[in-house]
């Protein structure tokens, strides 16, 4: 691994790790069963240079911005590459959003250029906002058909310069990164991340997470999102490691390339590890009453031998057939973007797959705290990441308060947006708006968002978070709760109530079954914990590309409907 | 070579069929993640199936941001 302290920019880190790891392979991108790419650092290298050498001929000067919108693919991290190389401002957006999206973001950031896929600039085109976007120089499409109307944009593949481009330097506190946080509706937030952001950031993952070459990172999450973007780019790059691509995220395909590339580190949302899980569990459930109880076995002799401890080489000795299904060399699955119920995450550590589940927030350069797995806790997000002060503001009787962070990985603010910094970013320290508190081992909790909690008439703070793991595998499509206050505001202090918001499997019913399943999990809780209504949606969860749950739409969406006809009695 | 109508029609019925639902309840205009209640991860399973059955491969930026029958199924015909 690099040396990283060293370094003033993200770019100058990259430029030396592709001359240091020129022989390793540092890119595979299969579409399917196809391997369509593999790439040497060096020969990353002879792709991304031209590039760079075509954008300083257009006049692209340092401090420029340009926007990446692609899916997961090599052209993405080259173009990223090419970006810094020149002393450029990425702007990663979001692949998943509407075109007026996308070119609301496209105007709020002033990029001067744009690389894009060219299923994707076809819809950009059409969109009546084109015009709008004047501040649009240069527009790179990819992978365009022979004969497409590229409607004003350059193919890529033949947008190149063949002399050498000059590299151009910047400092730690320039500009590296403009990003979307996802998730907040209104106007946009974009982050402003410095070369020492990221710099800082990768020099505290990698102390717990690290990578060398040989090792495989899968990139299945967005590389726009800081998550995919720190472990499967910057981090692996700096260390000479690999990232493999998936054209087709099928979850076929995705489940064969786990043995097909002997994946060492891959990063999910909840929603996609709980539905590994439950394919998982399907297999043993399947398997013949002789075979499930020497499995099970197996499994108990697993989880007491790695309590204090995982022990890699053991577990796959051990569980054998469920570690050759994931390549046999998978060190961890990293978690990310929501909360992950500790039963999913103790699920797969039994089974001698450590989640490194962890809380961070965007503005925050990624992760605050993750899980070292010393020993694992499923009941926390971990411990906070070196070189960060974390602190818990106002705490109450039970030690919870908002969370906030001072790092040297914090944004330097919010993108035009000088007074929400002054909001968020007070005296130095971030105000994340979550609330948690730390326990006596020195792991942080979540207890919820800042607002959406309700006090009891008996002066307790309940946040909907900690139930929701009362109600974790209610057989429903998808659950969450929020306090009733939160959806629909009331000046009044005084019975304030959760809600359980439902959203049924298709031809589901409310019968008296789950209504009974719903009562005995409640009545579990303690009184002052217990939700108080039901509130029937019938549409999917509103969710980032990150499959990450967007509460506030959701409220906002269920704050259409009138408080009292909408909550069911329980 | 099969008629639009026709891609349609057997895209509702495989539809029906994976996720176990009574064909005449599914129109070409129903947006299939509201009237099935799939997440995004069902919806590519559904994908595979309708691959497998036309003999074709449809890259995954053909469907993004698709979602209805209708649409879908001329994503289909038009690489039959």
Request: charged share 20%.
């Amino acid at each position: 691994m690099l040396d990283l302290s060293k370094y003033q920019s993200v770019g100058a880190a990259l430029k030396d790790a592709l001359d240091q790891f020129a022989a390793e392979v540092c890119l595979i991108e299969s579409d399917r069963e196809r391997e369509k790419e593999r790439l040497t650092y060096r020969e990353f290298k002879q792709r991304a240079h031209p590039l760079a050498k075509a954008l300083q001929d257009t006049g692209f000067n340092a401090g420029d911005r340009v926007a990446i919108i692609m899916t997961n693919q090599s052209k993405w991290l080259i173009s990223a590459y090419a970006i810094f190389y020149c002393g450029g401002v990425l702007v990663p957006l979001d692949y998943k959003l509407t075109p007026e999206e996308q070119w609301q973001l496209l105007l709020h950031s002033s990029s001067s250029v744009l690389i894009t896929e060219y299923p994707i600039w076809r819809q950009l085109a059409a969109s009546p906002l084109r015009n709008s976007a004047t501040n649009l120089k240069t527009v790179l499409v990819t992978e365009a058909p022979p004969n497409a109307d590229l409607s004003g944009a350059v193919r890529w593949e033949e947008f190149r310069s063949n002399s050498e481009p000059a590299f151009v330097p910047r400092q730690r506190s320039d500009v590296a990164t403009i990003v979307y946080s996802s998730g907040t509706g209104g106007r946009p937030k974009g982050c402003m991340m410095t070369h020492e952001n990221y710099l800082q950031q990768c020099i505290a993952l990698t102390s717990i997470y690290p990578f060398a070459p040989g090792f495989r990172y899968l990139s299945i999450l967005p590389t726009n999102h800081a998550i995919d973007f720190m472990v499967g780019f910057f981090g692996p790059f700096i260390c000479g490691a690999s990232v493999v691509h998936l054209r087709t995220l099928r979850p076929e395909y995705v489940r064969e390339a786990f043995p097909k590339y002997k994946i060492t580190y891959v990063s999910l949302v909840p929603l996609v590890l709980k539905n590994l899980q439950r394919g998982l569990q399907a297999r043993f459930d399947a398997l013949p009453p002789g075979k499930r109880k020497i499995f099970n076995a197996l499994v108990a002799v697993n989880k007491a031998l790695t309590k204090n401890h995982p022990r890699p080489g053991l577990s796959r000795r051990l569980l054998k057939q469920v570690h050759e299904g994931f390549g046999g060399e998978l060190r961890a699955i990293i978690v990310g973007g929501a909360f992950t119920e500790p039963q999913t995450l103790q699920f797969f550590y039994d089974l001698g797959i450590p989640v490194a589940n962890g809380y961070g927030l965007t503005e925050a350069g990624t992760a605050i705290t993750v899980n070292d797995l010393k020993p694992f806790r499923a009941d926390t997000v971990g411990k906070p990441l070196p070189g960060m002060e974390v602190r818990i503001l106002n705490p109450d009787s039970e030690g919870i308060g908002e969370i906030s962070v001072r790092s040297k990985t914090v944004m330097s603010g919010y993108l035009n947006e000088p007074e929400l910094t002054a909001e968020t970013i007070v005296d130095g320290w971030l105000m994340t708006g979550d609330l948690g508190r730390f326990d006596s081992a020195g792991h942080l909790q979540l207890s919820g968002r800042k607002k959406n909690m309700i006090v009891t008439e008996e002066g307790k703070n309940i946040y909907p978070e900690d139930i929701e793991a009362a109600f974790e595998s209610l057989p429903v499509k998808e659950f969450c709760i929020f306090a009733a206050n939160y959806i629909w505001p009331q000046r009044s202090m005084i019975g304030e109530q959760l809600v359980l918001v439902l959203h049924l499997e298709q031809g589901q019913t409310l019968s008296d079954e789950l209504r009974r399943e719903i009562s005995a999990r409640n009545s579990r809780l303690l009184n002052y914990k217990r939700v108080h209504g039901l509130v029937l949606v019938n549409e999917d969860f509103p969710r980032t590309a990150s499959l990450k749950t967007k509460r506030n739409i959701l409220a906002e969406r269920l704050a259409q409907s009138d408080r009292a006809s909408a909550i069911l009695p329980l | 070579m099969r008629t639009i109508d026709q891609t349609t029609q057997e895209v509702l019925v495989l539809a029906s069929k994976h996720f176990q639902v009574p064909a005449q309840s599914l129109a070409p205009d129903d947006d299939f993640f509201r009237k099935l209640g799939i997440n995004s991860l069902q919806a590519l399973e559904l994908l595979s199936r309708l691959e497998n059955h036309f003999g074709i491969e449809l890259p995954d930026y053909e469907v993004q941001g698709v979602s209805d029958f209708r649409t879908l199924a001329s994503r289909i015909q038009s690489r039959l």
